[in-house]
């Protein structure tokens, strides 16, 4: 009888393992995400898996939906609701956390106490986990409110405003501007700048503190003037005045901010500092500021790199990857010869490959079309570390170094780790990931969307506000024509003869915020 315990007991726990190794991932990070878009959700959670990371964060509905703003004080009872000492890390949006999201940061409706009050729950999870790494973010207000169809009468007027206030040449078209824009609207705007600066250096007081290990003051849409840059050298000076440059970096950029600190958390676990070398397709577009930012992109590149804890190198030779930015799609004949020069790199070096594809300038959104299809045809994206190509240079940036840095670390980790459904699975969610930019970043917003926008123009819809029926006509429309270029995507991205290939099982498009500013693009893909 006893035999026969042990025996079924032993079949129990056999039966039992598969699934329990199944759901184990290597590391679990506790995501506050800057609102509910792809970018700040999708794009993290399914990085993450790129290194074994699972990524635990509130129920999407809590999070908000563009106006409608994200929950805070019930995220905050969330998080209080969860047993932090199974998580290796935290990253941690404060925004979200004091005002319910990014676009609602962009307006007075929380007053700075209560904002203050909502932060506090940061000092609770140190206080509940002193081991654990918190990584932070807190965004520098940019300077053009959201266009929220109430405001489009002065909406430009405001940006302009926030542009040239500062500048005492300029007085009289700032008079002018004062006197177009409703008082209130300006009042509002000056309130929740005052406000944001405040949390701001709040959230710096909280890394002095030691309550962040590091944190990331964004700066949003920007330009090289603007209201904008008084408040980054206030932060700027209170960074330096308590020697805080290793802990603190200020940058531009917003959405992706998430994903630059998941790699750094994962870099940090596994002490991963590879040597970046940063190779431009355009040397004289490096020297120069990109659309809605406010520095050279050399600088932009080169923070990131600090960003997500890599060195940068000028030495190509001591270099463990290189990053191909290309700027040039301007420029005739660049695009296939950056991309011959990157594919022959592939062939040549054993060292890692990173691509980003940057609109210069700022009304395509999306990848260099002679670019990328001479890539595709090399099948070079089966052998990159990381891509992206989407919006502005801080956010693609901000996208496919991350994305790099999580394939740095899975090789490593494969190299140490036997166990094959961890090695299978990274690998899987390196194909998945490579070609969700591809299918979003490039084949979306450079082939498809233009195609959307037509359609929605001749029918005279509003593409930054479409209906509910306007927007699933557009999302079957967009499936129509991205569905066959995901096929041709999926079949041509392993080099021929190469004896690999990819199925795919099923394919979603959706536009979540009711425009065609961003997609969430989900399939399901077997090697």
């Known amino acids: 009888m006893r035999k026969n315990i042990v025996i079924v007991i032993y079949l129990l726990f056999c039966i039992a393992l598969p ?31 790129i290194g074994d990371v699972e990524l635990v964060t509130p129920p999407k509905e809590l999070l908000g939906r563009f106006l409608e703003f994200g929950k805070s004080d019930e995220i905050i009872n969330w998080i209080s609701s969860q047993n932090l000492k199974t998580f290796d890390a935290a990253i ?12 609602a940061s962009r307006v007075h409706e929380t007053l700075l106490t209560k904002a203050l009050k909502r932060v506090e729950i940061v000092k609770a999870i140190r206080q509940k986990s002193p081991n654990m790494k918190i990584y932070g973010s807190s965004v520098i207000m940019r300077l053009a409110p959201t266009g929220d169809g109430k405001n489009e009468d002065y909406r430009e007027k405001l940006a302009k405003w926030a ?8 007085k009289k078209l700032i008079e002018k501007l004062e006197m177009e824009i409703p008082k209130d609207a300006l009042f509002n705007y000056k309130a929740a700048r005052e406000r944001n600066l405040k949390i701001n250096l709040y959230a710096a007081e909280l890394t002095k503190n030691k309550v962040f290990d590091y944190l990331i003051l964004s700066q949003d849409d920007a330009k090289p003037r603007g209201v904008h840059v008084k408040d980054r050298e206030i932060l700027t000076q209170y960074v330096k005045n308590n020697n805080l440059g290793e802990q603190i970096a200020i940058q531009p950029g917003a959405d992706e901010v998430s994903m ?8 940090d676990k596994y002490n991963y500092r590879p040597k970046i070398k940063a190779i431009y397709s355009s040397e004289s577009m490096a020297n120069k500021e990109m659309p809605f930012e406010d520095r050279p992109l050399r600088k932009t590149v080169s923070f990131h790199i600090k960003a997500v804890g890599a060195k940068e190198v000028t030495d190509e030779k001591q270099a463990d990857i290189c990053f191909f930015v290309f700027t040039s799609r301007l420029e005739e004949g660049r695009a296939k010869s950056f991309a011959d020069t990157i594919n022959l790199f592939s062939k040549q070096n054993n060292k890692g490959i990173i691509v980003v594809d940057i609109d210069p300038k700022g009304d395509v959104q999306g990848g260099d079309i002679p670019f990328t299809e001479a890539l595709k045809n090399e099948a070079v994206f089966s052998k990159t570390y990381g891509y992206a190509s989407w919006n502005t240079a801080g956010n ?3 996208t496919a170094l991350p994305h790099g840095i ?3 670390v899975s090789k490593n980790v ?16 390196q194909t998945w990931f490579m070609l969700n930019r591809l299918l979003d970043d490039y084949s979306y917003h450079s082939i498809v969307r233009p195609m959307a926008a037509k359609m929605i123009r001749e029918n005279k819809w509003n593409a930054y506000r479409l209906t509910d029926e306007q927007t699933k006509t557009t999302q079957q429309f967009c499936t129509k024509e991205l569905l ?21 099982l099923s394919f979603t498009f959706d536009l979540p915020w009711n425009r065609t500013f961003e997609a969430e693009i989900t399939c399901q893909i077997k090697k």
């Open 19 to 49: 699934s329990i190794s199944q759901n184990k991932y290597s590391s679990k990070i506790l995501l506050i995400p800057l609102d509910d878009r792809p970018p700040c959700l999708q794009f993290p959670i399914k990085m993450g898996l």
């Open 92 to 103: 941690v949006s404060i925004d979200m956390l004091a005002y319910g999201g990014l676009v």
């Open 396 to 398: 693609a940036i901000g």
């Open 260 to 267: 630059l600190l998941l790699a750094r958390s994962v870099a």
């Open 414 to 429: 494969s190299k140490l780790n036997s166990k094959n459904e961890i090695i299978t699975r990274m690998s899987e969610a």
């Open 163 to 170: 542009e040239v206030s500062p500048d005492e040449t300029q």
């Open 406 to 408: 999580l394939y740095g």
């Open 484 to 504: 066959p270029i995901a096929v041709k995507t999926i079949e041509g991205f392993y080099p021929k003869n190469s004896g690999k290939s990819i199925q795919l």
